[in-house]
């Protein structure tokens, strides 16, 4: 016979309320009350019936996309597919909204943040950059009890509860095997475009790059990374002049957004040859110059997967019970022309197999 809330009180010797607290993570239980009780727990083998629960108490979940307010058509694709997975979501008790903040305005998203908690959001998916106010931001959205699940582009050190995304090392490090092997023998230079070295995914995909280009093609000199703070006339700027001082230029790399402003750029300027573009996400622009030539290849995550990972994650560590890792595993893709899939299959959900709960 199972073990019930009533013989967790009895063994831990309080009451049921008590037992309610603790199970709910809810305030007012002593230290010694809680680990008295999840003694028992573990001694009895009780195992919580979470959606049980839930149903009875008619608990309703509530999770925010926080994304930055940008142009870039990858944000765009991931707000999309969270509304469009809220109505989905809805028939598992679960209400989802897509908040915007200023693009690199940490205090506006900080104050966006604090407000969180007071409007009974139970979890947030964040995509922001790494900066000290951002970690404070999501540490004081910890202790007021609301789950963060980093969205991305990490903030490990923050005490978010879960990351959602491509190891963003191992992105750079495909995207350098990639441009070393296109390039071919000779010496060779390499541009980098990043829209902020603030954003950890850039510095991590820099770091994976240079590494396999360091190791394994030693004749290509990469340069330094140029930022372009999410404004395409800036980016034309700073790449126009990378490129000019770059003799030898053969390629660019592109570690975010930006595609529409790279291959304009690119296309206005005379060079001795057209550089290998290797860039990241499938945006419809990149899937137009995959056809064109213009981009080279392209470093995928299937922004569906994603969203739904997050929504996932989320729940889970509200309800605290165990994540899947291989189901939440967001993978890598190569896009080059010739295997560019038909657009309506581009947001497919293609997820390891595991026990589903549509969130």
Known sequence: MRPTVNDIAREAGVSLATVDRVLN????????TIEAVNDAIRRLGYVRDVAAANL??????RMAF?????????????AEEAARAAGLAAAARTE???????????????ALLARLPGQGIDGVALMAPETPV????VRALREAGVTVATLVTDLPH??????????NVAAGRTAGVLMGRFLGPGPAQVAVVAESMQLR??????????AVMLAGFPQVEVLPTVETHGRPERLAEVLTAALAHAPRAAGVY??????RALTATLARLTLPRRPVVIAHDLTPHARAALVAGSIDAVIAQNVGHLVRSALRVLRAHVDRVPIDPGQEQIRIEIVIRENLPPPALQEVEQEPEGPREEA
């Open 25 to 32: 993570a809810r305030p007012g239980v002593r230290r010694q």
């Open 56 to 61: 009875a108490r008619s608990r309703v979940y």
């Open 66 to 78: 926080v994304l930055p307010a940008t142009d870039g058509r990858f944000v765009g694709m991931i």
């Open 96 to 110: 989802v909204e897509v908040l915007r903040y200023p693009a690199e305005d940490a205090h506006a998203l900080a």
């Open 134 to 137: 951002a970690r404070d931001a």
């Open 158 to 167: 923050s005490g978010r509860a879960h990351f959602v995304g491509i190891d």
């Open 201 to 210: 995914e850039s510095v991590e995909r820099r770091l994976g790059f240079d």
């Open 254 to 259: 592109l570690l975010g957004a930006g595609q």
